[in-house]
């Protein structure tokens, strides 16, 4: 089954404990992305790659790391997290519309809720 | 900046009315247009997109969305709405030059009375 993998689903921390969330997708897709959902704010880009090795900032990218080793793979790091991280991550994935070109449709994960105490 | 704009974050029809969701972008290069829905508990699922070609554009569950250049929008709207069109809705756009970011409007939530 095509699909995007995040874990963990649910995960409560306190501050500055360093926390990572896994992302795996199964569709070889090019495009891979971290966003975040608050209400009233809709979801806002994290980071983004566009390849292996091809990571860049989206609109709100502070208190965040990525890595992309992996075409499959692409994990979120919180380094040192705040209460103000406390939210909900999604991550997706996407083909290009064409090579080196824009994305395409987002495939998202099902979610981590994050509370940071 | 290149943003998106989704005029009303609550919006109530009557079961079988029309549903009007607004948005507007903005953009100095062709853009890439997409409704998702979220339904409460769940990700985000696409319900329609615009890159090329035909500007109206027909989705699941009976959406549509017309890409209107000079007025900068791609409302999305449905004749009949249903109860299970009981959702949260999200306006995206990426583009087709200078950056490769995706970009989602604030949402909005429609409620359908019986």
């Known amino acids: 089954e095509a699909q995007v993998t995040q874990n963990p689903r649910y995960l409560i921390t306190v501050t500055g404990k360093k926390l990572t969330v896994t992302c795996s997708q199964n569709?070889?897709?090019?495009?891979m992305s971290w966003y975040r959902q608050d209400p009233g704010l809709g979801l806002r880009q994290i980071y983004y790659?566009?390849?292996?090795?091809?990571?860049d900032k989206g609109d709100v990218p502070e208190g965040y790391k990525v890595s992309r080793k992996e075409k499959r793979n692409f994990p979120l790091i919180l380094e040192s997290p705040s209460p103000n991280q406390t939210s909900l991550y999604f991550c997706?994935?996407?083909?290009?519309?064409?090579?080196?070109?824009?994305?395409?449709?987002?495939?998202f994960g099902p979610g981590t809720r994050l509370t940071v105490l | 900046a290149q943003s998106v704009t989704q005029l009303g974050s609550h919006v109530s029809v009557s079961e079988g009315a029309l549903v009007l969701l607004r948005c507007n972008y903005s953009s100095s290069v062709p853009p890439y247009l997409f409704w998702y829905v979220q339904y409460p508990n769940q990700g985000l699922q696409l319900l329609l997109k615009y890159t090329t070609g035909a500007t109206l554009v027909k989705g699941i569950n009976g959406f549509e969305a017309e890409f209107k250049k000079s007025e900068t929008s791609f409302h999305l709207t449905k004749p009949s709405a249903h109860m299970s069109d009981a959702a949260e809705y999200f306006c995206a756009v990426t583009y087709t030059s200078g950056t490769y970011k995706y970009i989602f409007g604030t949402g909005t939530r429609l409620k359908v009375l019986a």
């Open positions: 790659s566009m390849n292996v090795e091809v990571t």
């Open positions: 997706a994935s996407s083909p290009l519309v064409v090579a080196g070109g824009p994305t395409d449709t987002q495939y």
């Open positions: 569709m070889n897709h090019e495009y």
